[in-house]
């Protein structure tokens, strides 16, 4: 799950870099562009989430053929 | 779908998409950035530019104030108030006579009627003897009680810290991890605790599951640390006591991996690195709670050496309605993620 740690490596990338050139306004925010970055994170949090959901699908298979046998 | 099976499962994602779009999106209250110069000084036309953050001055139709708080009672207002545009002002303070001597600083202040009040701590203020001041004697703004005027702006809304500014947002993922942690690793000291009692060997893999997911949020938990700690300290690592004992604690618990991999024997295995499990909890607790909070320790960190803890002005409620909810929501993550290793582990046990 080191996935979680690599977009909040890029939230804070962008945010950080933003906080020091920019020091008057909220400049995501005043682009637009925060809503591309929670957009992003959310969609990337959705994928571990599927990932998830299949390999406990997966192993729900398994564990099913295994008792059955 | 058996919904008794994984109904924590979809409240984990459920209530992390909550906490991703609601940390992300919700304002900022409006502050202070910066006031250039930072000081005010006696005997001078003091002329301060003022920077705010998420404000509307320009909107305000000129019912802009600008005062200089020396405490909860009095202050001075600044006697001119440009409104630049919806972030700038210029305030000029004249003033005429000398700080009171009891007051190295003063809090500056700036009310509008769209935003609400703002405030920035810590101006200085400094008691020059330059004679040119002294025609300013009996033409400066007064120290006056404060009004009865300011109010915040409503709405939802997060604490606008100095320094901090965006990076408040960090709390709903740094310190919720670290908690979430602590009551995983508590699960997993239960389980430790278990097995010492009963032998099981699916209490065993239990408790090695949730210690392995302890340390994925321990390692998770520096990670995020150590990514605002660049923007805040601007540096990701220092030689800190809170900082250092964290890492401390988490190598304990890296020790206790291998030290499972390296007993062969099963049973063996399950014993002693369920002792270990223990010692490694009853090492924390000192390690991170108390060690760094004792007095006379400097740290950076917020809640310890000195600092104000979580809580007050840091821990807003705003903060908190996204703040608790990331807690459990990172916690039902946490059992899901275990779950799926315990499964794992129980299927190759099985096929053995």
Known sequence: MRVRSTYLTIFFALISSNIYS????????STGKI???????VIIFLFIVFYLVRLDRKLSK???????? | ?????HWYKIAAVLILLYVLVAGLLVPLKPGIYSTDPPILRSYSVNKIAIEGYNTNYAQADGNVEVWLKLDSIQGI???????IDDNHLE??????YSFPEDRPTGTLLVHSAKDGTAVLPNRKLINSTDSKGQSLIGRSTPIVALPDIFFTKPGWQFPFRPFLHETIRNTFFHVAIWMAMFFLATVSLVYSLLELRNHNYLTDIKAASFTSITILYGLIGIATGSLWAKTAWGVFWTADIKLNMATVAILIYLAYLILRSAIQDQDQRARVSAAYNVFAYVAMIPLIFVIPRLPDTDSLHPGNGGN??????????????VFYPS????????IWISNLRIRVESLLNKER
């Not at chain 1, 809503?35 to 994170?41: D, R, S």
């Not at chain 2, 305030?91 to 005429?96: D, K, L, M, Q, S």
């Not at chain 2, 104000?308 to 309605?321: K, M, Q, T």
């Not at chain 2, 807690?327 to 946490?334: A, K, M, V």
């Open chain 1, 22 to 29: 920019q020091s008057s306004l909220d400049f995501l925010r």
């Open chain 1, 35 to 41: 809503y591309a970055v929670a957009v992003g994170i």
């Open chain 1, 62 to 69: 398994l564990e099913n053929e295994s008792s059955n046998e």
């Open chain 2, 1 to 5: 779908m058996n919904l008794k099976k």
């Open chain 2, 77 to 83: 207002k600044a006697e001119n108030v440009t409104v």
């Open chain 2, 91 to 96: 305030a000029t303070f004249p003033i005429g």
């Open chain 2, 308 to 321: 104000p803890a979580l809580g007050g002005e840091d821990l807003d409620n705003a903060l908190r309605y």
């Open chain 2, 327 to 334: 807690i459990i929501g990172l916690i039902l993550l946490g």
